[in-house]
């Protein structure tokens, strides 16, 4: 996008034209008005702005989906707690909800109890789509 934004252009392995705006199909080159691959001209085509996804970032390679918190596995690599703001229990396998604490075998705040959650593995980034 002019913007410097990412943008989505509808054709798979599209050429992204270098005025930030326009591309053009796989295999073709920009012009200043058009799209050619060898005779054959076409439109030059407007890019969409790409939907922002909302992610938490654990590091510069790992990520969770928004609602999640970054917690480190049992192996020390990043995992996913399915809440926002989790407590990350120190066995590597469970977390609990903010405010909790976590025991062998549950999640305690004041008298109140409830289970434990289990942690996914995090999304690496070259393994996102």
Do not use: Y
């Not at 995992?79 to 025991?103: E, Y």
């Not at 705040?109 to 995090?122: D, I, M, N, R, Y």
């Amino acid at each position: 996008m002019a913007t410097g934004e990412w943008g989505c252009c509808p054709f798979p392995n599209a050429v992204c034209c270098s005025d930030g705006v326009h591309c053009c199909p796989h295999g073709s080159t920009c012009t200043s008005t058009s799209c050619q691959k060898g005779s054959h001209v076409t439109q030059l085509f407007k890019k969409k702005p790409a939907i922002q996804a909302k992610v938490v970032q654990c590091n510069a390679t790992a990520f969770c989906p928004d609602g999640n918190t970054c917690c480190r596995l049992e192996g020390g690599q990043w995992g996913c707690c399915p809440l926002p703001n989790a407590v990350c229990c120190s066995d590597g396998v469970h977390c609990c909800p903010h405010g909790s604490t976590c025991t062998s075998t549950s999640c305690q705040k004041g008298s109140h109890v409830t289970q434990l959650f289990k942690k996914k593995p995090a999304i690496q980034v070259g393994n996102w789509l």
